[in-house]
């Protein structure tokens, strides 16, 4: 996809960690139980703060690096795998239950939260840390293939907001960068995850996978249910261009998310 090949996809499978499969095995056992850990500010001998680097990327000051930097792909690497991850999550995902709290539905129908999906609801670390945690360029087969097999993971902060959205009474919508040939897989990957039930599942038609193409389609998709009556009253995702654009939303809520960046 392009968007994932025109951003940051580099991490790192250390030879003092695991192997690929027994990472498989570990991410699949942080997403479903959290274990403790920690992540450690890995530097360079010249002092370059990977941690700094995350923040920076985060926070949208870092942009158009087309790669981690080497220096941070253990960092990396650790952090995906470590609790602070999952802490990093559970941050956004209270705080946006914390806001929703406090929104008094119309009863109409039209109080709605958009979710992304990708790296947002369900995770493909899995995928990562089979194809070198991005040390390479995507290969977009791969990686098509793989989101088919609809064994994606739920990240568990993730789906807990989502059912306690439900239960508030917001209308779900999921607004994702997929195309429509996507529509079966993504819906069996997230219902068999706990995802079971939403207002709309928007997708692309057609198209190019870039930034700009990815923002633009949020927006226009965003900019049509408000023309229809919706009320986007929340909006979270993994990237930046899932909360800029046209009708973001009341509130927006960005999940953590350091293998790539897109805007
Ligand atoms: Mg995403």
């Not at 056992?29 to 920076?56: H, K, N």
């Not at 917001?170 to 939403?198: C, D």
């Not at 633009?216 to 229809?228: T, Y």
């Not at 990237?239 to 953590?256: A, I, M, S, V």
């Amino acid at each position: 996809m392009g968007a994932f090949s025109s951003i940051i996809l580099l991490v790192y499978v250390a030879a003092t960690v695991l192997s690929i499969s027994e990472g498989s095995e570990r991410i699949h056992s942080l997403i479903r139980q959290p274990v403790a850990g920690t992540v450690s500010a890995e530097s360079d001998p010249a002092g370059f703060s990977c941690l700094s680097w995350r923040f920076g990327v985060e926070t949208k000051n870092i942009r158009d690096l087309p790669t981690v930097p080497k220096v941070c792909q253990h960092y990396v690497a650790d952090y995906m795998l470590s609790d602070q991850f999952l802490q990093d999550s559970k941050v956004v995902t209270e705080e946006a239950f914390k806001y929703a709290k406090t929104v008094k539905l119309a009863g109409d129908g039209k109080d709605i939260w958009i979710l992304d999906v990708d790296d947002s609801l369900i995770t493909h670390v899995d995928f990562y840390a089979q194809n070198g945690f991005g040390t390479e360029i995507f290969d977009v087969t791969a990686l098509i293939n793989y989101l088919a097999q609809g064994i994606s993971p739920a990240l568990p902060e993730s789906l807990k907001l989502y059912r306690r959205l439900l239960r508030l009474g917001f209308k779900i919508v999921l607004l994702t960068g997929r195309m429509e040939p996507s529509r079966n897989f993504t819906e069996s990957n997230l219902k068999n995850v706990g995802y079971h039930s939403w207002e709309k599942l928007i997708l692309r038609e057609t198209g190019e996978w870039n930034d700009t193409t990815q923002r633009a389609h949020k927006s226009a998709e965003r900019r049509k249910l408000v023309e229809s009556g919706y009320r986007i009253i929340g909006n979270m995702g993994d990237q930046w261009c899932d909360l800029l654009g046209d009708y973001p939303g009341h509130r927006t809520f960005k999940l953590p998310n350091p293998v790539f960046y897109t805007e």
